[in-house]
């Protein structure tokens, strides 16, 4: 079992930064993929970034390659999403989620509350 909950969500204007915080209870949480999801107003949850339990793989939306950092801490239980030349468009309620490795909500079985990230333009 694995708890999550994010923070660090906030308003910031486009060309901001954000850094995001997923804490994780569990001693497990190494065994797990770590994802980060997006839904905007109106919109489907969207995949954002992941990386592996060891840290070691990442993988990222089209959308947010090159602006968005994903990494870990093991030792901490934590994983971190930077964000950095933010714009309208990444306005949204972002997600940790911990599963395996893929794009799909459906890989990942523990899910937090998500934070609220509202980009002004």
């Known amino acids: 079992q694995v708890q999550l909950e994010e923070s660090g969500g906030g308003l910031v204007q486009a060309g901001g930064s954000l850094s995001l915080s997923c804490a994780a209870s569990g001693r497990t949480f190494s065994s797990y993929v770590v994802g980060w999801f997006r839904r905007a107003p109106g919109k489907a949850r969207e995949f954002v970034a992941r990386?592996?339990?060891?840290?070691?793989?990442?993988y990222y939306a089209d959308s947010v390659k090159g602006r968005f950092t994903i990494s870990r801490d093991n030792a901490k239980n934590t994983a971190l999403l930077q964000m950095n030349s933010l714009k309208f468009e990444d306005t949204g309620i972002y997600f940790c989620a911990a599963g395996r490795w893929g794009s799909s909500p459906e890989d990942y079985t523990y899910w937090g509350q998500g934070t609220q990230v509202t980009v002004s333009s």
């Open positions: 990386i592996s339990g060891s840290g070691g793989g990442t």
